[in-house]
């Protein structure tokens, strides 16, 4: 049986950021995290790879040929918005993709296609994209952090977990489910599930992991988990804690100028007034640091169940 919505699901369909069927806004007006319409504002732009992926949108020089008596010369690039909450202080891009533009963006996931035209537009892409395909080198602090909440037979489900080369627990596991639209073959001992199957079972874990910065409404996603969960349930959630999330600034919207794959940049108090809003209990936090990539970065770790 499916997770009833209480009073917290019901705030979040109030305030815009929650609920099947709720409509859809194109461009951001209120916070997807807590729901604030109290937002600084600051222009930004779509990187070309992500505007001509979702929207088939290029990058054109405009000259005198093209006979624009009030538009200047110059490269045009497509426009956005950068928005902060001065609520939760989340960091977001106003615009909100459609369920088909994220399939745009999303299917074939770093293979060839997509790999060869972000190179088209982001030299040396190629050496980068290599180097994250390896199975990331933390999976044993991600199964540390959450082994204090998880117990055998342990039946996990990776929400948007791509090949299910990152997801933890691979000797203690019972089973693992993974939903991703990338369309990927997954390996090992996976299942590729589709959202009705994933949602119509109950798993001892969900991972959802690296999924939330590229959501357009991440209270979707969340109130779709929860369905796949009951009281013993466990959701690991896990999103880059950005750099300019990180620095003690008063206007992050004016520092943030482009907005690529994650149009969401979380804080800490935007990641818990998301979960609040869907009615989920926070267990434990932590920030990690650690190296993806050849590269250092910080991560924004929770462990949390049903409220």
């Not at 009030?70 to 960091?91: F, V, W």
């Not at 349930?233 to 999103?239: A, F, Q, R």
Request: proline residues 3%.
């Amino acid at each position: 049986m499916h997770a009833k919505l209480n009073s917290g699901d019901r705030m979040g369909i109030e305030n815009g950021i929650a609920g099947v069927g709720h409509t859809r806004q194109r461009l951001a007006s209120s916070c997807v995290c807590c729901g604030s319409a109290d937002l600084a504002v600051s222009p930004a732009i779509l990187m070309p790879f992500i505007a001509d992926r979702a929207f088939g949108w290029r990058p054109v020089v405009i000259d005198d040929s093209w006979g624009l008596n009030t538009i200047q010369s110059g490269n045009a690039y497509s426009i956005c918005k950068t928005m902060r909450c001065r609520r939760c202080e989340h960091l977001f891009c106003d615009i909100r993709f459609s369920e088909e533009e994220m399939e745009n963006i999303y299917t074939g996931y770093r293979e060839e296609a997509y790999v060869r035209l972000r190179e088209f537009y982001e030299p040396g892409y190629r050496g980068r994209n290599d180097a994250l395909t390896v199975a990331v080198s933390y999976k044993q602090q991600i199964e540390e952090f959450l082994s204090p909440f998880v117990s055998d037979p342990l039946t996990i489900l990776d929400w948007g977990g791509d090949t299910g080369v990152n997801t933890p627990f691979e000797k203690r596991r019972a089973n693992l489910d993974i939903f991703d639209i990338s369309g990927k073959a997954v390996g090992g001992d996976a299942r590729v599930v589709t959202r009705e199957q994933a949602t119509s079972s109950k798993y001892g874990l969900i991972v959802c992991s690296q999924i939330l910065e590229h959501i357009p409404c991440p209270s979707d996603v969340l109130l779709t988990v929860r369905q796949a969960m009951d009281a013993e349930s466990i959701l690991y959630i896990e999103v880059p804690f950005e750099e300019v999330m990180r620095m003690d600034l008063k206007d992050r919207e004016k520092v943030k100028r482009h907005w690529h794959e994650h149009i969401n940049f979380y804080s800490m108090q935007s990641l818990q007034s998301l979960l609040h809003n869907c009615s989920l209990k926070i267990l434990a936090n932590n920030v990690l640091v650690t190296e993806v990539g050849g590269a250092a970065v910080h991560i924004l770790q929770v462990a949390c169940r049903l409220a």
